[in-house]
């Protein structure tokens, strides 16, 4: 069956395309985790929920640019909307304020009431940043907590974890941290503390002990976007680090208007200190949000104190550009229209569904996991409860079906997880099972 080789074969311009980029593009990939062997896929074309590649294959997306489409591939209100900021506007505006950044505060705080004050950025990545550094000027503490495996975007507070070889990564219990990336400077890795994922008692050990150091503590809800946090982690999670004094941070650039329209926050009713958006809130375009309690965004105020030394600084050319305000904006009102979601959602479970059963009818050994708009498929029994799950996971099951996938147009890039879009409709969801139906059917001969 499909293997890296035969895929080779069916792509031959997406492989050539691949080498002319590597002569002046790193890697020819703008970012690491675009990459899959033997090459990734090079697209020329998206409408709706679906892609077509260079050799012109098509594939229904489920990737949809890393979570981030939730209306799909050029929707029309989405076009509209940001006809409209050229029409009146042309691109960026003007590095200054207009209406559209207002609006768009007030839609998110009605969807999130714990962001009471926000601040906009241009990426996930800008926005865990920010709220790190907002966090730790606010308690004037030094250390930060995040969770083995949890992924806020590449600087270098975040870029921690532990080693995936397990035998390497500590005990559980006490993970121990190492860099995920070169050389990363020393004080990186000295002030991040690594927190085992739904293991409350082991949590609450570390930040005890450390509570005059942790300042602030970031985790993703859902780790990578499918795995949950246990109800009681969570709360509990809350509780300890109100007690202790240690801001806790919600990175909702994966789960924001995914897991509900509200994010994990609602799912959980649970109220984090800060709270980072990113992808969705966007429509398609770069956008990242930091937002929570007033008095911690207000040390980002440039009225906060007389003197710039005591303000917490934060800057970018193209912060809440009227382009990402629209585009976003167009995005939370349609999917805030009434049964959008819940319809997205119904869909979403179709499709795990379809995929279980015929998991099951074939006897290839995969379950799906998830809520809301995003799951995974994954090739075990097993609860998965955190980052060493998914590290002792048999990758190469996965690949495989990935690979026949990808021959049979499905395409969410090789062991990435699932999400829908609101133009994944009927069709889409039956061609996608005929795919998975294909492709187990391959796996078991
Ligand atoms: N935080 C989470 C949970 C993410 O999933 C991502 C991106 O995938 C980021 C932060 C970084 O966002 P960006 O890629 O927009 O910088």
Known sequence: YS????????????????KTAGTHIAGGVNGNL????????????????????LDGNPYVDYLLSYGALMLGHGHPVIKEAV???????????????????????LELHKLY??????????????????????????????????FEGHYHGSHDHVLVSVNPDLD?????????????????????L??????????LPACEKILTKMKDQIGIVILEPFQSGYIAADQEFITGLRDITKQLDILLVFDEVKTGCRITLGGAQQFYHVQPDLTALGKVVGGGFPIGVVGGRGDILEFSSPQHAGKHE???????????????????LATIRYLSQSNRFEDMVHRTQMLRKGIETLAQDYGVPF?????????????????????????????????????????????SKPLNRFSLSDAHGKREIEITLDGFERSFSKLKS
């Open 168 to 188: 390497q990564a500590g005990n559980p219990t006490a993970p121990e941290a190492v860099p995920e990336t070169l050389r990363l400077p020393d004080y990186y």
């Open 367 to 411: 379950k799906t996991i998830g809520e809301g708009t995003i799951f995974n498929v994954v090739a075990t029994n097993r609860k998965m409860t955190n980052y060493r799950d998914v590290a002792s996971l048999q990758k190469e099951t996965r690949m495989a079906l990935d690979y026949l996938l990808m021959d049979h147009g499905v395409y």
């Open 190 to 199: 000295k002030h991040t503390v690594v927190l085992p994922f739904n293991d």
């Open 310 to 328: 005591d303000i917490v600084f934060h800057s970018g050319t193209f912060n809440g550009n009227p382009i990402s305000m629209a585009a976003g």
């Open 34 to 53: 675009r990459y899959f062997t033997p090459f990734p896929i090079t697209f020329k074309k998206a409408k709706d929920a679906w892609l077509v590649d």
């Open 83 to 105: 006809q409209n900021v050229w029409d009146q506007l042309g691109t960026s505006a003007f590095g200054a304020a207009h209406p559209m950044e207002w609006e768009m505060a």
């Open 113 to 146: 009431p714990s962001m009471e004050k926000m601040r906009f950025t241009n990426s996930g990545l800008e926005a865990t940043l920010f709220a790190l550094r907002l966090g730790l000027a606010f308690t004037g503490k030094t250390h930060v907590g995040k």
């Open 3 to 18: 293997t890296p080789t035969r895929f080779a074969e069916n792509r031959p311009l997406s492989a050539s395309f691949f």
